[in-house]
């Protein structure tokens, strides 16, 4: 089995249908070199079989009762799987048809992060596939008037061409300029190979993947936190020399929703505290660069971290002097 694709999800069943629409059209074969796995984290109702498309196999499904959070939902599903490489989803996006395939040819020492887009007209549905309004969104919905051209439904996933999902989107995970502007700069250096000591930085929470062996050496996600846990499991991968690849075709759209983006400065869940107990330094960094791009007055101009080809000259710095990180290989 080359790879595992693993899918966390909780609470959003039409978004969740759209998902497995879309790995209905992977080019992978199935049961041969893919396997499917969800992982559903407390969901009410519970995710069952009405979800699961015709077109795939049956997945492994693993039930939370419940909700125990985004890393030890994802280290269930790793904890199942067979494939040599893990890809991560989660249950709300788009995935292109060769995503899959392009992940699974990734090396050992290579972990994939995947080119990623979102879908701005959806965020106001709690159903994308009817325009059912989210409480409290019926009158912004009412005003609006024709959906049709906000609507995503199986069927346009089944007919329409993947590209015709990307002219309707945009890049980077969430709307807005601070989240493109974060998204350009991670992308830009992982295809420039050009920070090898802050590529973790980069990593991210779905269309990404790890081989299972390295997944597995370290220890697999932290589950002290559920906002950054991403860069946390990158970083002590990357500590054994390990780099982040930019995975050139292997697309996920956003089906944004109600929420928003998560700012990756909010500490609603101590992940800034958990992060900083094991690694003192890089969350000074990563920290100062997010504060640098938002503006934080308190950082003076020469300290400020604009790139991360910047943070990874500070990282390198000072590693050598305090942290031994081994020579990333390339």
Known sequence: MHISVIIITRDERPRLRLCLASLARQTVCWQRDAELIIVDDGSTPAVGPPEIPAALPTPRLIRHERSRGRSAARNAGAGVASGDRL????????????????????GPDELGRGEQRHLRG????????????WPGKESLVRSLGDLSSRLVTERMIEELSFDCWVERSEAAIYPGAAPRRLYELEMSALRARSAPYAEWMAAAGH???????????????????????????????CRRGARVLAVEGAISIHITHREGWRDPLAGDDGWQTVFARHHPLETQVLLRFWRSLAGDRSIAPGEQLLTLEAADALLRQRARFDVPWPQPAG
Do not use: M, Q, W, Y
Request: proline letters at 6%; aromatic letters at 10%.
């Open 122 to 133: 959806t965020r106001f549905f709690r159903d994308p596939r009817s325009g059912e309004p």
């Open 207 to 237: 269309n990404f993947s790890v081989p299972r062996a390295a997944f597995e050496d370290v220890g697999g996600f932290n589950e002290e936190i559920s906002l950054n846990e991403h860069r946390e499991l990158a970083l002590r991968i």
């Open 87 to 106: 890809l991560f989803l989660d249950g709300d996006v788009l995935l292109s048809p060769e995503a899959s395939a392009r992940h699974a040819k990734l």
